[in-house]
């Protein structure tokens, strides 16, 4: 079965401590990419990565980190820096340019307590 | 990257056909027109994609007017499962999703 794994679907974070989220595709997808959705609203980029060992920042990318080691694999780092990390995180790929269609896992949402 | 504008929300009844509008006044010459669906607590799903003219798969149909400064996503005969919310996006070369708001359809029984 090919597609997109997200894990945890849910996760809880004491303030001041890092966070993993893993990101796993079997599409053999080049590229790669992490956005945050708050309630009622779209979705902002996070970091995305076309390629293995690069990526790039996305919109709102401070107080987060990632790595490209592998083809299939892009976890996202929540760290303290980040202020306000409770959210509902989506991890995507796709096929590098023009007309491809994303596909996306099935999120992991995050809260602070 | 070519900006679009669609209705924060929309309501329907179960039966009826929904017409969902999105606007991308700037589009470029190589840039396709691409809409998502999403549900509550999943992420996006590919809904259909379109260059020109009209698009149809078994979902919904894309209409595409000649100067392609908008486009008009239809899904046939709504059901209460296709309460969700729908975004438009102009994708291109330098190909990197980006979402709007998108517009929130509400099926009434």
């Known amino acids: 079965d090919g597609g997109i794994t997200q894990s945890p679907k849910y996760l809880f974070r004491k303030e001041g401590q890092n966070v993993t989220l893993s990101c796993e595709q079997n599409?053999?997808?080049?590229?790669m990419y992490w956005y945050r959705q708050d309630p009622g609203q779209g979705l902002r980029l996070i970091y995305y990565?076309?390629?293995?060992?690069?990526?790039q920042k996305g919109d709102i990318a401070e107080g987060y980190s990632v790595s490209r080691e592998k083809k299939e694999s892009f976890p996202l780092t929540v760290t303290s820096a980040q202020k306000n990390p409770t959210a509902f995180y989506l991890c995507?790929?796709?096929?590098?340019?023009?007309?491809?269609?994303?596909?996306f896992g099935q999120g992991t949402r995050l809260t602070v307590v | 990257l070519a900006k679009t504008t669609q209705p924060i929300s929309m309501d329907s009844y179960e039966g009826q056909e929904v017409n969902i509008t999105c606007s991308h006044n700037?589009?470029?010459?190589?840039?396709?027109i691409t809409w998502y669906q999403q549900f509550p607590s999943q992420g996006p799903r590919f809904i259909i994609q379109?260059?020109?003219t009209k698009v149809t798969n078994e979902v919904a149909s894309l209409f595409i007017p000649a100067d392609r400064k908008s486009s008009t996503l239809s899904l046939p005969r709504v059901s209460l499962s296709d309460t969700a919310v729908y975004y438009c996006?102009?994708?291109?070369?330098?190909?990197?999703?980006?979402f709007g708001r998108g517009t929130s359809l509400i099926v009434h029984p």
């Open positions: 995507a790929s796709s096929s590098w340019g023009g007309n491809t269609e994303a596909f």
């Open positions: 599409l053999n997808h080049d590229a």
């Open positions: 990565s076309q390629i293995v060992n690069d990526f």
């Open positions: 700037n589009i470029a010459t190589n840039d396709y």
């Open positions: 379109g260059y020109k």
């Open positions: 996006l102009v994708v291109g070369g330098s190909y990197i999703p980006t």
